[in-house]
């Protein structure tokens, strides 16, 4: 415990404006200057077919199916202090699924599966640039940042009643430290590499079973190391 609150109270050191000079870049060095503000845009879409049975790796067999994934994220951040900003944070993730035949190996053997889950986030952020070796192209930067989430998940088989399966709302709020890089490739436009270093979240779920049964579940959790799987990289475009 001792080690964790000197970490949080270097990296609150950090953020000032009087942090030490280790040589890798002047706290006080203007990197992006008070009043400008920037925005990104960023979005994906994948789509995986598999048909007539296909056999894939070795492990997956009688595949016939459609898995497909869309993500949207949109931030805009004004800075009320040279390399200091406040942001807002909004995201949207839709993935689909639906496997008329897929076979795990001998352990999952599933017919007539569909799955939808479709989720919404929001965040408010502070972020803090440390330009290196003085440079008005290179910094590093650490965000924190709060977010709530809502969303849905439902999975059902088609029978002779219909669709009958689950219904699941899911909520959920975070706490979380990002650590990142960002480089200008022209003069107003940047590419961002960022890393969650730290976070603590709460999430629950009410699930509802064939229309009759209702339960819910409910998770914590707290995180000091990096999650690898949540690395992105962005652009930002200031102005």
């Not at 080690?3 to 950090?14: G, P, Y």
Request: with cysteine.
């Amino acid at each position: 415990m001792k080690r964790f609150i000197i970490t949080i109270l270097a990296l609150a050191t950090s953020l000032g404006a009087d942090a030490i000079n280790r040589g890798l870049g002047d706290p006080k060095a203007v990197y992006i200057e008070k009043g400008a503000f920037s925005a990104s845009v960023n979005g994906s879409y994948h789509q995986w077919k598999a048909s007539d049975g296909i056999s894939l790796l070795g492990i997956l067999s009688n595949t016939d199916g459609t898995i497909s994934r869309a993500y949207a994220a949109a931030d805009a951040d004004w800075f009320i202090k040279d390399n200091l900003s406040i942001g807002v944070r909004f995201g949207y993730v839709n993935t689909a699924a639906d496997a008329n035949s897929l076979k795990i190996t001998e352990l999952v053997d599933m017919n007539n599966k569909h799955i939808r889950q479709e989720s919404y986030e929001a965040s408010l952020c502070v972020r803090r640039y440390m330009p290196l070796c003085n440079s008005k192209i290179f910094a590093v930067f650490l965000e924190g940042l709060i977010t709530g989430a809502r969303g849905y998940n439902k999975s059902y088989e088609d029978t002779a009643r219909g669709k009958e399966g689950e219904y699941t709302d899911i909520y959920s709020a975070d706490l979380g430290l990002i650590i990142g890089a960002s480089a200008f490739v022209t003069d107003r436009l940047a590419i961002t590499i960022s890393l969650p270093k730290i976070s603590a979240g709460i999430e629950w779920q009410e699930q509802i079973e064939k229309q009759e049964d209702k339960s819910s579940f409910r998770s914590f959790g707290f995180s000091t190391r990096p999650n690898l799987l949540g690395i992105s990289i962005g652009t930002v475009y200031c102005f």
